[in-house]
C-alpha cells in the first residue's frame, strides 16, 4: 500500500498535471476548438443577413445536436430494459474508507456519519477531513462519538461497531486540499469521497464494494444521486426540476460508460482506487471542479503509461444530497460547475481528437469541445426567438414554433421512455407518469434557461481567473430529511 507524505503529493501533481506541465496541441485539437466557435459565428450572423428561417439558424443548430446526443443516449441505454441474471464472479475484499471533507457542517455531520455507521456493508473506515471548520462541528463529533479534539494536523480516532472513525483537523484550505491531506493518512484499497450533505442509502458501500472486487481495471466510479431541496414550496419546484435533470444526467453517464469514455464522477459520491489517485497527485486545488479534473488525468496517465483503467456509474450505487433550492443557490451551483468544467476543458485541450485517448479523445472531448457552447446557443436562440416576435415576424415565427414543437415531442418521447429504464437500472420505483410529463413539458421555457444562465456565469467565472466556489445554504439535510 503506498503512503505518501502530503508534500510528495503535490511534487506527484506537479508533473502529471497539464495545468502545471502543458503539453503540446495537436493540430486536430486546435482545428476542433477554433472550428466550434466559427460555427457559433457563422450560425449567429444569419440573424442579421436572413429573412426565413434562417435567421433562427443558431436555434436549428442547438436543436440537432441535442437530439443527437438523446438518440446517441438511447442507443446506449437500450440494454437497462433487458435484465442480466450472469453474476460476475468477485475477486478478494477490497478494503473502503470514507472521506468526508467537511467545513461547518455541524447541522448535518452527524446524519451523514450515521448513514454511513448504519450501511448494510459499512465502510472500515470514515476519515473526517474538517477544513477549519469554525462551527460547532467539534462540539458534535464529541458528543456523538466521544472523539477527542485533536490538533491542527492531528488525528483522533474512535470506533462505531464495525467502523474506525477519525477527526483530521485542519487549517483552512479548500476542499481538495482537505481530500489531499486525507488521502495518504488512511489504509484502504477502495477511498470513498461523501459530502457532508449526501446520504448514502444503505447498499451503497456494499455495491461500490462488489464493483471494485469484480472488475481490477476499475479506478473510479459515481454512485447514483437524487437531489433533495427541503420542504418549502420554491424548494419542491427545484427539487421537482432537478430530479428529472439527474435522471437524464446519470443516464447519460451511462451511455457514455459504454463507450468507455466517462468522464463525470459526482465527488459528492465517489469511489476510487487509491493507489491510482496517489499516483496521478491527487485533486487539484486550482480547479473549481476537483473530481471532473481527476478523471481526465487518470485516464490521461493510463494511456501515457499503458494501462487498461476504467470509470463506471453504478447503478446499485445510491444516494441522495442536498441540491440548491432556489434562483441564486442553483446559478452560483451552476457557475462553479460550469466555470471548472471550462477549467478542465483548456488544460486538457491536447487531448481532443487525440486518437491515442481512444474514444474519450475521437468522440466525448470532441462532443465537450461543443458542450462549451451549448448554453450559449441556447439563450442567444431564445433572444432571437423574443425579437422575431417582438418585432412582429409572424411568418418566420411559425415554422419556429414547429421545429420546436417537434422536438419537445422528441424529448418527451424520450423522456417518458427513458424512465423506465433508469427504475429498471437502480431498482427504484418508476416515475409518476403525470409529472414528468409536465416537467419535460414546461422545462424547456423556464429551468432549461435558468440552466444556461449559470453556465454563462461561469463562462464570466473563467475568463475572469477568479476562484468562486461560494457556499450554499443546507436546506434538506438538516431539515429533517435523513434515514
Known amino acids: 500500500m503506498n503512503v505518501l507524505r502530503p508534500i510528495e503529493l503535490s ?6 498535471s497539464p495545468r502545471l506541465m502543458p503539453r503540446s496541441i495537436p493540430l486536430v485539437s486546435r482545428i476542433i476548438g477554433g472550428g466550434s466557435v466559427l460555427l457559433f459565428v457563422a450560425l449567429v450572423a444569419q440573424a442579421f443577413v436572413r429573412q426565413s428561417l434562417a435567421i433562427w439558424s443558431v436555434g436549428i443548430a442547438y436543436i440537432l445536436y441535442d437530439t443527437a446526443l438523446l438518440a446517441f443516449t438511447a442507443w446506449k441505454i437500450w440494454p ?6 450472469s453474476v460476475r464472479a ?3 475484499r477490497p478494503s473502503i474508507a470514507v472521506i468526508i471533507a467537511a467545513r461547518n457542517e455541524a447541522a448535518v455531520i452527524g446524519t451523514t456519519l450515521a448513514a454511513l455507521v448504519a450501511q448494510n456493508d459499512p465502510p472500515d473506515q470514515i476519515m473526517i477531513a474538517d477544513d477549519g471548520s469554525t462551527d460547532d462541528i467539534a462540539e458534535a463529533l464529541v458528543r456523538l462519538y466521544r472523539l477527542a479534539v485533536p490538533p491542527i494536523g492531528g488525528i483522533s480516532r474512535a470506533t462505531a461497531g464495525r467502523t474506525e472513525i477519525g477527526w483530521l483537523r485542519l487549517a483552512h484550505g479548500g476542499k481538495a486540499r482537505a481530500l489531499n491531506a486525507a488521502m495518504p493518512r488512511i489504509d484502504s484499497d477502495i ?10 442509502d444503505p447498499g451503497a458501500i456494499a455495491a461500490m464494494r462488489q464493483a471494485f472486487a469484480v472488475e481490477p481495471e476499475l479506478v473510479a466510479a459515481t454512485g447514483v444521486l437524487k437531489p433533495i431541496c427541503g420542504p418549502q414550496p420554491v424548494a419542491r419546484i427545484f427539487e421537482w426540476f432537478q430530479n428529472y435533470e439527474y435522471i437524464r444526467n446519470f443516464l447519460s453517464r451511462y451511455a457514455w460508460m459504454r463507450l468507455d469514455s466517462l468522464l463525470l464522477i459526482s465527488g459528492a459520491f465517489a469511489a476510487f482506487r487509491r493507489d491510482a489517485v496517489l499516483e496521478v497527485g491527487g485533486f487539484d486545488p486550482a480547479c473549481l471542479v476537483e473530481d471532473y479534473e481527476l478523471i481526465h488525468r487518470l485516464y490521461r496517465h493510463a494511456a501515457d503509461s499503458g494501462q487498461d483503467w476504467r470509470v463506471r456509474v453504478i447503478g446499485g450505487a445510491l444516494a441522495r444530497t442536498d441540491a440548491p433550492a432556489g434562483p441564486l443557490a442553483f446559478l452560483r451551483q451552476r457557475r462553479r460547475w460550469f466555470g471548472g468544467f471550462l477549467q478542465t476543458q483548456h488544460w486538457n485541450r491536447d487531448m481532443v481528437g487525440n486518437r491515442r485517448y481512444g474514444h474519450l479523445g475521437t468522440v466525448m472531448l470532441p462532443v465537450k469541445a461543443l458542450d462549451r457552447l451549448q448554453p450559449i446557443y441556447g439563450l442567444v436562440a ?4 423574443i425579437y422575431v416576435l417582438v418585432h412582429g415576424h409572424f411568418g418566420i415565427v411559425l415554422p419556429i414554433l414547429l421545429v420546436m414543437l417537434a422536438k419537445i415531442a422528441i424529448d418527451l418521447t424520450f423522456h417518458v421512455w427513458s424512465l423506465r ?3 429498471d437500472w437502480t431498482g ?3 416515475q409518476k407518469f403525470v409529472p414528468a410529463v409536465l416537467a419535460a413539458l414546461i422545462e424547456p421555457f423556464s429551468f432549461q434557461l435558468l ?3 449559470g453556465a454563462a456565469w461561469g463562462w464570466v467565472t473563467f475568463l475572469s481567473g477568479r476562484q468562486a466556489w461560494g457556499r450554499s445554504a443546507r436546506t434538506a439535510v438538516n431539515g429533517g430529511v435523513g434515514p
Open 421 to 423: 429504464r433508469y427504475a
Open 80 to 85: 437497462l430494459g433487458r435484465r442480466s441474471t
Open 90 to 92: 468477485g475477486g478478494p
Open 191 to 200: 477511498v470513498v469521497t461523501v459530502d457532508a450533505d449526501t446520504l448514502l
Open 428 to 430: 427504484q420505483p418508476r
Open 382 to 385: 431564445f433572444a432571437i426567438l
Open 451 to 453: 440552466r444556461h444562465l
Open 11 to 16: 511534487e506527484v501533481l506537479a508533473i502529471q
